[in-house]
Nanobody, 121 residues
């Protein structure tokens, strides 16, 4: 499967952004990760295939929404109330989507190329 993340850019503190992950084949579990400068890759959220179960990391819970549109083979991650610490390269990946697995990037095999989000005043 091929994945492509897009939607990054320069955003002001307190603003919002929508990241898009497009995939090449049918319905997949999709997770979003990010890697901030000098930090390890962090799992943010995932959405399962089929029923669309969703999970969120504490760092984005309450200010983000993950959703999908299978007709467009796309998964979206909206993050509101952006903070400087949200600055990172954001990746989407396919793999197991449970409350345990979405924070473990080593469990994900196929990755998109990443999109840079810079949050600044």
């Amino acid at each position: 499967v091929q994945l492509q993340a897009s939607g990054g850019g320069l955003v002001q503190i307190g603003g919002s952004l929508r990241l898009t992950c497009t995939y090449s084949l049918d319905d997949y579990n999709i997770a979003w990760f990010r890697r901030a400068p000098g930090k390890e890759r962090e799992g943010l959220s995932c959405i399962s295939s089929g029923v669309g179960a969703t999970y969120y990391a504490d760092s984005v819970k309450g200010r983000s929404t993950i959703s999908r549109d299978n007709s467009k083979k796309s998964v979206y991650l909206i993050i509101n109330s952006l903070r400087s610490e949200d600055t990172a390269v954001y990746y989407c990946a396919t793999g197991p989507c449970t409350s345990y697995t979405f924070t473990r990037p080593n469990l994900y095999r196929s990755w998109g190329q990443g999109t840079l989000v810079t949050v600044s005043s």
